[in-house]
């Protein structure tokens, strides 16, 4: 029998973010006055302890004892070899996954989500509000606040809250409140429901409520979490790829390939960013964020500075962006739907340092398909676009007769996206290829402001 599953001991859990800001440079984010934020400027959106996260140059960051009692409870999670989909797809590469899908809510999502919540905590903070896309990041942030005795307060996109009602009784297991984005309890919400009272919403708009609802709490005592693109979101995921990268050295391996579906990037970037490090140093080795062709914002979009949010609420960011007014076509990996990249992501792609892919929707759920019933895991809808680039790199392996080692990141499950599932199988998923026109009007949308410089790393 081969080995399939790489496991490390509880106590073997790394005990330390990888904080990238301490070997690479990142435009600043900037204000209303063009000029950098200064960290006092989010003190009304997040807790300080965290903006000092976000802004903090130290390579390792300590991983508080009271995450770790939480972050237990599913990890360290599995290596897995995936040896059926190897046999399924006759190729000689070697094909790793980190399985993200064991945790609670069924995804990579309370890696962040469970030290925001503590952050929050300990800062006297009493009740976070955020935006979901797919309802993976509102249900990890439901569960995380649910152990740290926390209120949780979610503005779900509006096409999601539809198509997965059962991610809104999960939020209420854990005791959150989840709402349908746009609504009709902020300003954000108000505007974009007039402007079209039958949109299918966007990760842009529910960021703009969730921000909203927080800063106009009169009690102080509440905050925003976002649950990708800032650097400290993509720094708590790192310890998807630290674990990875112990699991890998146990058994004498090391990816030529990492591969990450990638929405706002965090998934990927946690496993990909302990690479990046070894690349930066001379290791080689090939890095693939995938997104859909139907949101193509790191293969088509300009590196521009944009807001993340359709209000412009949020800071100027430097970053790949479909712009803020954006609504993306209604595919079903909810999680993928998101105009813009994190910075972090978007300057390594800018540097060269990795290489973006788009894929179309049915390749991205026959490879889903084909995994499910190798593997036997089902995936997420935005695990599939990881999956597709995976199928078409191994069977390149293939026609070429190399040995490829394969490592991606199989960032959540589909349970709670069957409606998905049986959209393909009745044949109703169609590729989306976004028009020329739309990335034209990103260029327009930022045109007024600043332009990133191109950065190298340190
Ligand atoms: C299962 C899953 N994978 C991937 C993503 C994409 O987010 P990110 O790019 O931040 O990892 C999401 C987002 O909701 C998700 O739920």
């Known amino acids: 029998m081969e080995q399939r599953k790489i496991l490390l001991r509880e106590d073997e859990i790394p005990r330390q973010w990888y904080n990238i800001l301490a070997d690479i440079n990142l435009n600043p984010p900037l204000g209303p006055d063009g000029k950098p934020v200064r960290p006092e400027m989010l003190a009304p959106v997040f807790p300080m302890n965290l903006i000092e996260q976000e802004v903090s140059t130290q390579r390792w960051i300590d991983i508080p004892e009271e995450v770790l009692g939480v972050l237990n409870i599913w990890r360290p999670s599995p290596l897995v070899r995936a040896l ?33 919540a503590y952050y929050n905590k300990v800062f006297g903070i009493k009740r976070i509000t955020t935006e979901t896309g797919a309802g993976q990041w509102g249900s990890a942030l439901a569960f995380a606040c ?9 503005f779900m996109v509006r096409i999601s809250f539809d198509q997965k009602p059962y991610r809104k009784s999960m939020m209420a297991t854990w005791g959150a409140n989840c709402v349908a984005s746009p609504s009709s309890e902020t300003r954000a919400g108000r505007a974009a429901l007039e402007k079209d009272p039958n949109t299918p919403g966007s990760l842009g708009i529910a960021i703009s409520e969730a921000i909203e609802a927080a800063v106009t709490d009169e009690s102080g005592q509440t905050r925003y979490a976002l649950g990708s693109v800032l650097n400290h979101v993509l720094m708590h995921q790192t310890i998807i790829g630290l674990e990875a990268k112990k699991q890998m050295e146990k058994i004498g391996e090391y990816p030529d390939i990492i591969i990450g579906c990638a929405g706002g990037g965090s998934n990927f970037a946690g496993l990909a960013l302990p690479f990046v490090y070894d690349k930066i140093h001379g290791k080689q080795v090939a890095i693939y964020p995938v997104e859909p062709a139907a949101c193509p914002t790191m293969t088509k979009a300009p590196f521009v500075y944009d807001h993340g949010d359709t209000a412009k609420y949020t800071p100027l960011l430097a970053m790949h962006s479909l712009g803020h007014a954006f609504v993306p076509p209604p595919i079903h990996a909810g999680g993928l739907r998101y105009h813009g990249m994190a910075p972090i992501v978007s300057q390594l792609i800018d540097e060269g340092i990795m290489e973006p892919k788009a894929v179309r929707q049915e390749q991205v759920f026959k490879a889903g398909v084909l995994a499910a019933r190798s593997e036997g895991i089902i995936p997420a809808p935005e695990t599939n676009h990881a999956l597709a680039t995976v199928v078409d790199e191994a069977l390149k392996a293939k026609q070429e007769g190399k040995e490829k080692v394969i490592l991606f990141n199989w960032s959540g499950h589909g349970l709670i996206d069957m409606a998905a599932y049986d959209n393909y199988f009745a044949g109703k998923i169609k590729d989306v290829e976004l028009a020329e026109a739309e990335i034209e009007k990103a260029e327009a949308e930022c045109a007024g402001y600043p332009k990133p410089t191109h950065l190298k790393h340190k």
């Open 84 to 116: 059926s989909l190897e046999k399924a797809l006759g190729t000689p590469a070697r094909i790793y996954y980190k399985n993200e899908s064991v945790s609670p809510p069924g995804s990579h999502k309370p890696n962040t989500a469970v030290p925001q």
């Open 146 to 154: 649910s152990q740290y005795g926390i209120e949780c307060k979610v």
